[in-house]
């Protein structure tokens, strides 16, 4: 299958400041790429769809001034957690879509303290 | 996307067959249904999928109702690498359309 590559795979930060989560796909060209968020036993949610060249489409109740999404070329994709609060520490994962399916990074985990 | 009903937690001794039901009674003509998994702390991995031909790959079987109504994912020799929650998801192919995951069934396979 297609390869997601995701960065880092985890990352602690101090609340108040901002942290960047990559996403990359090595072997395809993901033309859409999507961002999950996933809390301790809960399923995945979907926070937003972002597709390459074009602003992001965010699900409802997520913030769009807070999770800044930017999907510049075919193989990356980046969220920002601007001013990180404690409740946004959470896993993250990205999908990126192509040869008619979707394929999963590995996750980040981020704590925010 | 059509909604899915998985049980929320599933046994299998290792070594045994591991059958894992899903119901997606609202399905439409143009949808598939997709098999995902995800190990404890990864990223979902992607299984196997299908219209209404069963299908089989390396990993798994895939048995889909003739009225489409529901399936079942076999893993036909489950080890305990296997231990993980099993997402069945039904979405078109084609398109950008979301992936959008229920609660999944949690199966631990047992030594």
């Known amino acids: 299958g297609a390869v997601v590559s995701q960065h880092p795979s985890w990352v602690i930060c101090k609340s108040g400041t901002s942290v960047k989560i990559e996403c990359r796909s090595l072997d395809f060209q993901a033309t859409t790429m999507f961002w999950y968020r996933q809390f301790p036993k809960q399923s995945l949610m979907l926070m937003a769809t972002s597709n390459e060249g074009s602003k992001a489409t965010y699900e409802q109740g997520v913030e769009k001034d807070k999770f800044l999404i930017n999907h510049a070329s075919l193989t990356l994709s980046t969220l920002t957690v601007t001013s990180a609060h404690p409740e946004d520490s959470s896993f993250y994962i990205c999908?990126?879509?192509?040869?008619?399916?979707?394929?999963f990074g590995q996750g980040t985990r981020l704590t925010v303290v | 996307d059509a909604k899915t009903t998985q049980p929320p937690s599933m046994d299998c001794a290792e070594g045994r067959a591991a059958n894992l039901p899903c119901n997606h009674s609202?399905?439409?003509?143009?949808?598939?249904v997709y098999w995902y998994r995800q190990i404890h702390s990864q990223g979902p991995q992607y299984i196997i999928h299908g219209l209404k031909n069963n299908e089989t790959n390396e990993m798994a079987s895939l048995i889909i109702t003739e009225d489409r109504k529901s399936s079942t994912l076999i893993l036909p020799h489950a080890t305990l690498r296997d231990t993980a929650v099993y997402y069945c998801?039904?979405?078109?192919?084609?398109?950008?359309?979301?992936?959008?995951f229920g609660q999944g069934t949690r199966l631990t396979i047992n030594p």
């Open positions: 999908s990126g879509r192509g040869g008619g399916g979707a394929f």
């Open positions: 609202t399905i439409s003509g143009n949808e598939y």
């Open positions: 998801i039904v979405r078109a192919f084609q398109g950008a359309q979301k992936l959008v």
